[in-house]
């Protein structure tokens, strides 16, 4: 099963629950996913200088705030004019800083928000080969001498041929691998904090952002779900 289908949004859902000023309260990452797939807003990192006069580097806060003097705001792209509040969520991605990922993790962020995913930080085992042989009869596994494996393998083994002789046989053995490995499950755990950590930052910056029809919570996804599913 793909773990990453977890982070389906319910906007909805989060339609219902309204705060002061008639305003819906929503999480961030609902927020995110309701701009990109139903306004179909997208990240235009140009548009914020030419908007702002910012460039890169500048502090999201420093952003927001001088599209709210300007009385601007970065359009998200698409064939009609976008929610103002996704507009603003496209923009705050535009600017999220070096030390949350940048533009890549924006472009992520964007990404997974589109399909309604969070990323992978597990994945179901499997077990197979480690390596393969292919040839005109098909692709099968390669085999290992059983005796390499020292006192955990078996020795070569005594077979007769047909006039007789004794020769020596090594036993082969299938050496397998099953993934993910330790390592890889630990780079899927950490791609998935880093975003976490970005998404908290943008929570941060739309939270002081001037939406319109939106109030963003403290709502955010789990931080560690493998800490929860152990």
Known sequence: MNM????????????????????????????????????????????????????PGVGMEYILMEQARLGCRVQGGGTSPAHHDADIVASTLAVLPENCGGRRMAIWIAELARSGRVPE?????????????????????????????????????????????AVMEPVPYCPIEIRPTAREVASMRRGYLQWWSALLEIKYALQISHLTAHVVTEAMPLSAPWKKSA
């Open 121 to 165: 930080w597990r994945a179901e085992p499997t077990v197979g080969p480690s390596a393969t042989t292919t040839n005109r009869h098909g692709t099968r596994a390669r085999t290992s001498d059983a005796a390499e494996l020292g006192s955990e393998g078996w020795p070569h083994q005594l077979r007769r041929k047909r006039n007789g002789s």
């Open 4 to 55: 990453a289908v977890l982070g389906r949004c319910r906007n909805d859902q989060a339609r219902e629950r309204t705060g002061p000023g008639g305003k819906v309260e929503v999480g961030v990452w609902e927020l995110i996913c309701w701009a990109f797939q139903r306004e179909k807003v997208g990240v235009d990192f140009d548009e914020i200088e030419r908007e702002t006069g910012a460039k």
